[in-house]
């Protein structure tokens, strides 16, 4: 009795350790991909958000829209739709009811650094379903192909009792419910054995996509994760550069510095995009220590990494608006450790002009030193007055808002800087057969603003269709503290008297901290493009050879997708382990 119980528990003992010890059958994409996975992207849902998108009152408003009208006139979109019902009526159901049949559990993208393969897998809810209407979509390519007298598209081929179809390596396969589609025979072949046998350790057992999956959401239509280090040593030359954390000049170190500051030493990093009531989102994250920041950044996040936007012009009828935290005065001093020989030549060079145009004021400590780190950069739409030449092209208006460290000294060197600069580029524009600027100097309650107005040839002075110039009348303002550079006097004014000129300060959330933000609102976009109409048909005849008439079609379409939009921002943010870069699309509001 004793010898048949320990038998019997020798028995279970063992096979219980080797189902411990044996590779797990996977279930999930994230258990059927290798451990070696440098790409993961997923889609969870997918025929969820078709049907989302198809049912949104936005989807409504394209339908009835000239635009979609007139797209479905055009013979290539007509071709389409009479394949895609063909094959419709082929598989006996709707194109959105297939997405559902061949991608109900999910569809997963992956880039294997091993065998540098990519991996595509849908996961169907009816495996019936999803073998036949892959078996009617082979069939009618190998007769589009016989009928056209083309080569069989799907060579079949078999692998462990697993049969597929394709060419060159690449193809595709059906497992149970599993569609895999692959760009190389041996991570077929690899993906194959994970079906069939398991995998002893997978992407599910990495610890770096662990720490990655900490920040997806449920709220996420599509998920995406890159693990950064195997792309940081291989051969590839641009994503080696990306990921070195090096700008080869000024106006991407301006820019993108910070992101690739993180990018140089992050293990991964995900993007998501989300939908919340009528916004968009894509949110791309990197993990970044604020306590290992570089010296050699701080002018891009500020010390200990908490430099924040400055405060905004909130003014309503506002084009765009960009708030951000760099301290140019400090990145330009750190030209020689940030950029290469010859990107160090140029600034040398530009340094040199710039000190002679600003009477001999060193240009990055004297000129730039003069201003916090903190600016705004605003536009709007310009209107011209009856009296005052038109341009033909109307640009909008733009600004450059900052803070004086010491007003009272920096106000009067401006002020002399920019008359001193008004007259040179007089001298030049004489030279060149330009026209003239005539100073102006103007006291408000709010402040000083210094003018430069351009004089109109006579028989001009109300032409509709001015020279380009007449966009421009570049103004220099100051008030209390604040210093305004605009490319109009009258934009000036109204930044200059605004009742909200004070602003808000932006937050992110928690313990973020808002290093840049831009934000464009789409339906004066649409306006500044409006005033442009014509300008715009006549580069699109000249540019795609259209007729009038076309162009005028295809410019009023644009402006119809414009106004499905309310606005769109982009924010860069930091907190003490990530830097975050969130873009932000505004549908129109439903109805």
Not at 108 to 115: E, K, L, P, Y
Not at 318 to 343: H, N, P, Q, T
Not at 426 to 441: C, F, K, S, T, W
């Amino acid at each position: 009795m004793n010898a048949f119980f320990d038998s019997r528990f020798l028995l279970f003992a063992l096979t219980s350790l080797a189902l411990l010890t044996s590779p797990v059958q996977a279930q999930t994409a994230i258990e059927l991909l290798p451990e070696t996975t440098v790409i993961f992207a997923e889609v969870q849902h997918p025929h969820q958000l078709v049907e989302s998108v198809l049912a949104h009152p936005v989807s409504r408003k394209v339908q009835d829209s000239n635009a979609y009208r007139e797209a479905l006139k055009d013979p290539n979109a007509m071709g389409f739709l009479f394949v895609v019902r063909f094959i419709e009526a082929q598989i006996g159901m709707p194109w959105q009811k297939a997405i559902e049949t061949l991608a109900a559990g999910g569809v997963t993208i992956a880039v294997d650094s091993r065998t540098e393969g990519v991996v595509a897998l849908m996961k169907s809810n009816d495996p019936e379903k999803l073998a036949s209407t892959l078996d009617k979509v082979i069939q009618l390519a190998r007769s589009d192909a016989e009928n056209k007298g083309e080569d069989d598209p799907f060579e079949e081929r078999e692998y462990r009792g697993l049969k597929a179809y394709g060419k060159d390596g690449g193809g595709f396969f059906v497992y149970e419910d599993w569609l895999i589609l692959v760009n190389k025979a041996d991570t077929a072949r690899d993906i194959a054995d994970a079906l069939l046998d398991g995998r002893e350790t997978s992407l599910a057992d990495s610890e770096t996509f662990q720490e990655a999956l900490q920040h997806k959401t449920s709220e996420d239509i599509s998920w995406a994760f890159v693990e950064t280090e195997p792309l940081r040593r291989g051969d590839n030359d641009d994503l080696r550069k990306l990921f070195s954390g090096i700008a080869d000049n000024p106006g991407g170190e301006f820019i993108l510095g910070g992101i690739l500051e993180a990018l140089k030493d992050a293990p991964y990093l995900t993007a998501s995009l989300s939908a919340k009531n009528d916004t968009l989102t894509l949110d791309l994250k990197i993990p970044f220590e604020r306590t290992s920041l570089s010296e050699n950044r701080e002018h891009f996040f500020g010390p200990r990494g908490t430099g924040h936007a400055a405060e905004t012009q909130e003014i309503s009828g506002l084009l765009f608006s960009i708030s951000a935290y760099r301290y140019v005065s400090e990145m330009w001093l750190r030209a020689g450790d940030l950029f290469d020989a010859k990107a160090n030549d140029n600034l040398a060079q530009a340094d040199s002009t710039l000190t002679t145009l600003f009477s001999g004021k060193d240009f990055a400590e004297d000129i730039l030193g003069a201003l916090e780190p903190t600016f705004q950069i605003v536009g709007m739409r310009q209107s011209f007055s009856e009296d005052r030449p038109t341009p033909a092209i109307k640009i909008p208006a733009f600004a450059l808002l900052a803070e004086m460290k010491d007003p009272e000294t920096t106000t009067r060197e401006f002020r002399r800087i920019f008359q001193s600069f008004i007259g040179f580029l007089n001298i030049v524009g004489a030279m060149e057969g330009q026209p003239q600027y005539e100073l102006g100097q103007l006291q408000l309650d709010e402040g000083e603003i210094v003018s430069a107005t351009f004089i109109p040839e006579v028989g001009e002075e109300t032409a509709r269709d001015a020279k380009i110039h007449f966009n421009f009348s570049p103004t220099l303002a100051f008030s209390g503290n604040q210093l305004i550079l605009a490319s109009t006097t009258d934009f000036a004014r109204t930044l200059i008297t605004s009742d909200d000129s004070g602003g808000t300060e932006k937050t992110g959330d928690s313990d973020q901290v808002i290093n840049t933000l831009a934000e464009v609102s789409l339906p004066e976009l649409q306006r500044v493009l409006a005033d442009n109409e014509s300008h715009l048909i006549a580069q699109n005849m000249l540019k795609e050879g259209h007729s009038q008439e076309e162009a005028k079609r295809q410019i009023r379409t644009l402006f119809e997708i414009l106004n499905l939009f309310e606005e769109a921002s982009l924010q860069l943010l930091t907190d003490e382990h990530h830097v975050d870069l969130k873009l932000d699309v505004v549908l129109q509001p439903s109805e």
